[in-house]
């Protein structure tokens, strides 16, 4: 089978400049592989028009006459923008034209408008945003939901916890991710009744390799695959992330800088500081998934390089692959007819 | 006015042989101090058997036959414990006979003694723990609540940023803390209902310097000297930032260590990562409040060495001169009317 991907072009900080060129990358790298640019064709036909016919064979421009900004308010997209590159890369999902759709435009818009297209999964009530943080292990701790969700009851939990085992098994061809639920640590006050009616959903379904609270160091310890949370705890743990990283590099920076002596320093250190850079390179994580939709739509960072935005193609890939959203359905039936079994 | 301060010399990972070595020389350093060493005076008198009198003029032990263990429930603490060195000391505290105490024990059941015993201040319904963590511009962010509380109310984090309004004030001598609300980005879904009637009850109080929602990683920019949130959402945002710094620094380490020539460029490097240790040093964050409460009780690290014991008891020392919990129940008093003449 030859996966075939929308790719939103005028998404992102960089648009066109970076989609495109990623788009040549990955096509070069995976030779079973179809692209269609969706965007403004006035743009994106100079981009590619020195390109091979053997290229343009699996690469074709889609057009679409307006843009979700990347502050354009999630209704007003929906409302207003029917015919932007982001609509069109999802309608393309819808009408199976394509397997799936990669945008690195904004998250609120993006979510609303593939719920609205797509519809959730049956059994799925919210969709969520799951993506992988890197660990102490070296590997990657997926982490969901990441804030298309807020005030997530027990049941939604439960969902997040079905497809955060259903991904990482796709993803990471793990047979038996472990899911932790995100908790606080004081024993007796140990979370809120939520969290605790979400661990009596989770752990009588033997599908789900629970392996209980965790708090939020876990995510870097690697002591859980999947860390399964409401979005709005995990949209803070992220963005938490994001800040400490920066400050941490803003510091290394600063400090390597001071004087003669710490830049000479720097740059006999400069091979190990950029491999430890690399290491924890945010663009290697690029992609995230919005999860429970009947369809696979990717959320690239907005300010995805091209490097970064190839990751998120590759991560689609993976997911029509390996069929994550029937996977999700399916399995979501037979573990809720278990814990039916069980309750 | 001599500051008189209570330890909880049993508390912590390391009990007396971190607290009493902390508290002589804190005493050597602050000429205006007295501290009483709460726990068993069988092992507490021979550590401070050799000082000198005018060292002992300054200190004293008041026997405890008791300890709280770390993974003791507070339940279990508040029922069982009565005689142990944290109750006594909180208990010191309640009857006036010290202006703080200082624990390293475990936090819930600090949190349980302390609101047993002290109560909470008039108008404040639950207390909360504050902590200072490094940003940016090399000054630092309160966080509140960090754990004590989960699903806090609107009018809970109103007393929070009053609270932290008042801390901060007291701390780091700011006449005006920014105070922000912590919340996630997503305009049209911007935070749950409770974090949106938050901030419609701290806006209209003046002398609250409400400069509106912020994000998990503004704690690390440095965009609000404090940050107000639920004590499950504080707790994840620490946890999260404690294990982001671990992996960070275990990654540092193993890229230093790696071969001969990693291990040369570390050795040449290593007065710069020291200094880099040193401000991102958790040590000089030290000392947690219980705040809302009719009396100072710090939390200290449980895992604090000397130095970071002192910090914990430089806070108490603070928070004694500028009287923290009389000037939270006046100005409470104060904004709550003007929030009521608004209303």
Redesign the interface.
């Known amino acids: 089978m030859t996966p075939r991907i929308a790719l939103d072009a005028m998404s992102g900080d960089y648009g066109p400049s970076v989609v495109v060129p990623a788009a040549l990358k990955i096509l070069s790298e995976e030779k079973n592989l179809e692209l269609i640019l969706v965007g403004d064709e006035t743009v994106l036909e100079p981009l590619i028009a020195d390109q091979s016919a053997k290229v343009m064979q699996r690469l074709s421009i889609r057009h679409a006459s307006q843009k979700v900004e990347m502050?354009d308010?999630?209704?007003l997209a929906l409302r207003k923008k029917r015919d932007s590159s982001m609509r069109i890369a999802i309608n393309l999902v819808k009408e199976g034209e394509v397997n799936a759709c990669v945008s690195a435009g904004n998250?609120?818009a993006l979510m609303a408008t593939a719920r609205y297209v797509l519809k959730t999964l049956p059994g799925i009530d919210r969709p969520a945003i799951i993506t992988p943080l890197?660990?102490?292990l070296g590997k990657t701790t997926h982490v969901l939901d990441l804030?298309a969700n807020?005030?997530s009851n027990p049941e939604h939990l439960f969902q997040f916890a079905v497809m955060g085992t259903i991904l990482t098994q796709a993803v990471d061809n793990l047979p038996r991710p472990r899911i932790g639920l995100?908790n606080?640590?004081?024993?007796?006050?140990k979370?809120?009744e939520r969290v605790k009616d979400a661990a009596k959903l989770i752990m009588p379904v033997s599908a789900i390799n629970y392996i209980g609270f965790v708090?939020?160091?876990?995510?870097?310890?690697g002591t859980a695959d999947v860390v399964v949370?409401d979005?709005?705890?995990g949209?803070?743990?992220?963005?938490?992330?994001?800040?400490?990283?920066?400050?941490?590099s803003?510091?290394?920076k600063e400090?390597?800088t001071?004087n003669l002596f710490?830049r000479?320093?720097?740059l006999?250190?400069l091979p190990?500081?950029k491999?430890?850079r690399k290491?924890?390179d945010p663009r290697r994580y690029n992609g995230a998934s919005l999860l429970g939709l009947r369809g696979i739509v990717i959320k690239s960072h907005g300010s995805a390089d091209i490097l970064s935005f190839t990751h998120a193609i590759k991560e689609a890939i993976i997911e029509v692959e390996k069929n994550v959203p029937s996977q999700i359905s399916h399995q979501l039936t037979s573990m809720l007819k278990e814990r039916r079994r069980i309750e």
């Open positions: 502050d308010l999630p209704s998250t609120g890197p660990n102490m804030g807020i005030d995100l606080i640590g004081q024993e007796e006050i979370g809120n708090e939020g160091d876990d995510i870097f310890k949370c979005g709005f705890v949209n803070v743990a992220l963005k938490t992330t994001e800040g400490v990283a920066k400050m941490i803003h510091f290394v400090s390597f001071q710490t000479l320093a720097g006999i250190s190990i500081l491999n430890l290491k924890l």
